[in-house]
């Protein structure tokens, strides 16, 4: 059973860097096709992926956000972080962690159950 | 990159039949699978349908997905409406540099 768990909410104040933490069990980040994401929902508003981790190291940014995301893994702690400098409260949401599933296809399940992220002075 | 254009909300009474479409922007909608996932409020998303009409274990047969290249469009059908359906839907598909999302619609099932 694959699981994948964000840490508990947590309030930053503007233009201070966001660090988040998934850790996930139930597959390894080491195995072809497989990726982590971070995928984030504004309130009352869409998702938006934020950034992704392939298992052979590959990464891909959400345009917009590009210049502020760090993604990386530690494939032997079964972890993956994402880091975004410079916070604004529009960055203000709900941060799930995903699994990107091998198959044809490239999506994501399960989702974590999300950490939300208020960003605040 | 594309867009995903969903509809803002759609509704329709019990065990009544309900279409959500997703039109792309630019790009084949055919050529990179669709995925749908359902969000129930204060949840996260789970799937319910990938590689445009496949169900994963455990989503009812009532959920069906379907592509359709002259309007360059997905749809979500989901037959037999439950009360429990009422859900924010989400379509979701990608090309080689990125993932899209669409907007999501509001299904009411009054």
């Known amino acids: 059973q694959i699981t994948l768990k964000e840490p508990g909410p947590t309030l930053v104040k503007p233009t201070q860097t966001l660090t988040l933490t998934c850790t996930f069990s139930?597959?390894?980040?080491?195995?072809?096709?497989?990726?982590v994401g971070w995928i984030r929902q504004p309130p009352g508003r869409a998702l938006e992926l934020v950034a992704l981790?392939?298992?052979?190291?590959?990464?891909r940014y959400s345009p917009t956000l590009k210049s502020r995301l760090t993604i990386t893994k530690d494939t032997s702690k079964n972890q993956v972080v994402l880091t975004m400098t410079n916070m604004d409260p529009l960055d203000t949401g709900t941060y799930y962690c995903?699994?990107?599933?091998?198959?044809?296809?490239?999506?994501?399940?399960?989702w974590g159950q999300g950490t939300l992220v208020t960003v605040s002075s | 990159n594309f867009i995903l254009t969903q509809p803002h909300s759609v509704s329709e009474s019990p065990g009544k039949t309900v279409t959500i479409s997703c039109t792309r922007s630019?790009?084949?909608?055919?050529?990179?699978?669709v995925q749908w996932y359902q969000q129930r409020p204060g949840s996260a998303p789970t799937t319910v349908i990938y590689?445009?009409?496949?169900?994963p274990s455990g989503v009812p047969d009532r959920f069906s997905g379907s592509i359709d290249s002259s309007s360059n469009s997905a749809s979500l059908t989901i037959s037999g409406l439950r009360t429990e359906d009422e859900a924010d839907y989400y379509c979701?598909?990608?090309?080689?540099?990125?993932?899209?999302f669409g907007g999501g619609t509001k299904l009411t099932v009054l």
């Open positions: 590689e445009d009409n496949r169900r």
């Open positions: 139930g597959f390894s980040l080491s195995s072809s096709g497989v990726g």
């Open positions: 981790i392939y298992w052979d190291d590959d990464v």
């Open positions: 630019s790009g084949n909608i055919a050529s990179n699978y």
């Open positions: 979701q598909s990608y090309d080689t540099t990125t993932q899209v």
């Open positions: 995903v699994h990107r599933r091998v198959s044809p296809a490239s999506w994501f399940d399960p």
